[in-house]
């Protein structure tokens, strides 16, 4: 294990660990299991053996928000939102006072719902805060366009203030900090007709799977920081679900999508973005334990779920 990248948002090198065990943005038992697999793991030892000093938040505590859910929409046609908004709200706080304490935030999921946590806490700390989310999906339904109604669907919109008038109450807390020019997406192959319409209204910067079979990943992770941080000055918030990947390599997630980045295309994002010197924070989400047929399954997700966090935070191969 080898680190050369300098960051100079966190010169100290110091991370928090925030632990986010939350499943109730999605339908699917055991991705509030996600942290407990990978920090068993060994994931707090390998980041300091890269020469970060870490602390691990719980800021959910002892309550298991997952007894609270429900599966049937509420009038705003989406599930959960209460309990939803009560989990982000605890985790937003603990991702800005981690940053405002010069800390490097690593938040460990858990559902991408509380992209809408990470993202608005990083964007109050540092306004200038840019956004590369790296997922099959866009995340970017509002409660107006989302058919499911699981919220790990919306968390962009809600940062964004798309169709803020379709928000339940519970979500007015949240700050729609986040301009349209501060986003891109990378992986992206299933993305819902409402979204489409979304990131073509806002000229959003989305880079699928067709862009990235015919440029590759270096040019795509390269056109995607053209766009939201031309000058390389701005701090990046990485948020990575790890069905980016394709499933033959990340088989323990929620919602696979056959397609995806290599394992190695996957870990190349992570370790660019670390070679910039601007990573300021990073998610890693939607690790799901109890869906893989085998145990090599689950080994392999939370090994590349690892191996994600470690390349954004320094790891190389030389």
């Known amino acids: 294990m080898t680190t050369s990248s300098q960051y100079k948002f966190v010169p100290n090198k110091n991370a928090s660990i925030i632990l986010a065990p939350f499943s109730g943005g999605q339908p699917k038992n055991g991705v509030e299991l996600g942290p407990e697999y990978i920090m068993e793991a060994g994931f707090k030892q390998q980041v300091e053996e890269l020469g970060w000093n870490t602390e691990v938040v719980e800021p959910l505590g002892k309550t298991n928000y997952n ?4 599966d049937i929409k509420d009038k705003f046609g989406v599930k959960n939102a209460e309990v939803v908004s009560s989990v982000c709200h605890k985790i937003h706080d603990a991702v800005k006072d981690a940053a405002q304490d010069g800390r490097l935030p690593v938040t460990i999921g858990g559902d991408h719902s509380i992209g809408t946590a ?5 964007l109050e700390h540092n306004p200038n805060t840019c956004v590369l989310w790296i997922d099959a ?6 409660p107006a366009t989302t058919d499911s109604g699981n919220l790990h669907g919306c968390p962009m919109s809600f940062v964004m203030g798309i169709h803020k008038e379709s928000y339940p109450p519970c979500f007015d807390w949240v700050p729609q900090n986040l301009k349209p020019s501060k986003i891109a997406y990378i992986g992206l192959r299933d993305v819902d007709k409402g979204e489409k319409q979304i990131l073509k209204e806002y000229d959003i910067a989305a880079f699928s799977m067709y862009h990235v079979d015919k440029y590759g990943i270096g040019k795509v992770v390269e056109m995607a920081l053209d766009k939201i941080n031309p000058k390389r000055d701005c701090p990046i918030h990485l948020s990575y679900d790890v069905d980016a990947i394709d499933p033959s ?6 919602t696979r999508v056959q397609g995806g980045l290599t394992l190695r295309e ?7 973005v670390a070679a910039t010197g601007l990573l300021s924070s990073v998610d890693i989400v939607e690790t799901n334990p109890l869906l893989g047929e085998h145990e090599n399954h ?3 997700t939370v090994s590349a779920a690892c191996a994600i966090g470690r390349c954004a935070l320094g790891e190389s191969l030389l």
Request: glycine content about 10%; overall charge negative; aromatic content about 6%.
């Open 67 to 70: 007894d609270l859910q429900s």
């Open 118 to 122: 990470t993202v608005s806490g990083m």
């Open 137 to 142: 999906h866009a995340d970017i339904n509002s």
């Open 249 to 254: 390599f990340v088989p323990a997630t929620g």
């Open 266 to 272: 996957g870990l190349f994002i992570a370790e660019d």
């Open 298 to 300: 689950v080994l392999d």
